[in-house]
T-cell receptor, first 113, second 113 residues
Framework: AQTVTQSQPEMSVQEAETVTLSCTYD???????LFWYKQPPSRQMILVIRQEAYKQQNATENRFSVNFQKAAKSFSLKISDSQLGDTAMYFC??????????FGGGTRLMVKP | EAQVTQNPRYLITVTGKKLTVTCSQN?????MSWYRQDPGLGLRQIYY???????DKGDVPEGYKVSRKEKRNFPLILESPSPNQTSLYFC????????????FGDGTRLSIL
């Protein structure tokens, strides 16, 4: 069975600084996708970024980028120039059989002014 | 506007009183699923459906039922709710394929007393 682990239940960062959220996973698959979702206080689930495992280049979406280490099964999210609106829960997710997403336990990020 | 609509957003009810949470999507997606979110556990899948009249269990199906009579609708039924089903519930939809991000509804907060 697939597992996804987020080892940082809570983190904080000063506005305009950079923060990295960790995620590790376990799978026997060779080609797969990984996702980061953001859940602000409004509780919506918003896709932040997607990484394809066979692509060596790390995905980037504006201030959000990933550090994907396939051999280590690590998929961390870097947020640059943090903004107050980045305050949210962040979930790492791995899709498996039946399109089922396996989620990590989440990291609560607080951006401080 | 492309969206997944859940109703109700909040519900407080009592043990044993049957309830239904509705979910509808307007994107013609084949795949729909239900998740529950509990602190520290992330989101866990309850049931999913790959198309009309095709449903299957996720990781935590006990105490829940679903049906998929129409492509756009995927209601979640709690025949005899119990307090351990108090949770935040999300419906999601996507086109088929593990590379496809899932679109989430706004969530339903259920409290079973």
């Amino acid at each position: 069975a697939q597992t996804v682990t987020q080892s940082q239940p809570e983190m904080s960062v000063q506005e305009a600084e950079t923060v990295t959220l960790s995620c590790t996973y376990d799978t026997s698959e060779n080609n797969y996708y990984l996702f980061w979702y953001k859940q602000p206080p409004s509780r919506q689930m918003i896709l932040v970024i997607r990484q394809e495992a066979y692509k060596q280049q790390n995905a980037t979406e504006n201030r959000f980028s990933v550090n994907f280490q396939k051999a280590a099964k690590s998929f961390s999210l870097k947020i640059s120039d943090s903004q107050l609106g980045d305050t949210a829960m962040y979930f790492c997710a791995f899709p498996g059989a039946g399109n089922m997403l396996t989620f990590g336990g989440g990291t609560r990020l607080m951006v401080k002014p | 506007e492309a969206q997944v609509t859940q109703n109700p957003r909040y519900l407080i009810t009592v043990t044993g009183k049957k309830l239904t949470v509705t979910c509808s999507q307007n994107m013609n997606h084949e795949y729909m699923s239900w998740y529950r979110q509990d602190p520290g556990l992330g989101l866990r899948q309850i049931y999913y459906s790959m198309n009309v009249e095709v449903t299957d269990k996720g990781d935590v199906p006990e105490g829940y039922k679903v049906s998929r009579k129409e492509k756009r609708n995927f209601p979640l039924i709690l025949e005899s709710p119990s307090p351990n089903q108090t949770s935040l519930y999300f419906c999601a939809s996507s086109t088929w394929g593990t590379d496809q991000p899932q679109h989430f509804g706004d969530g339903t907060r259920l409290s079973i007393l």
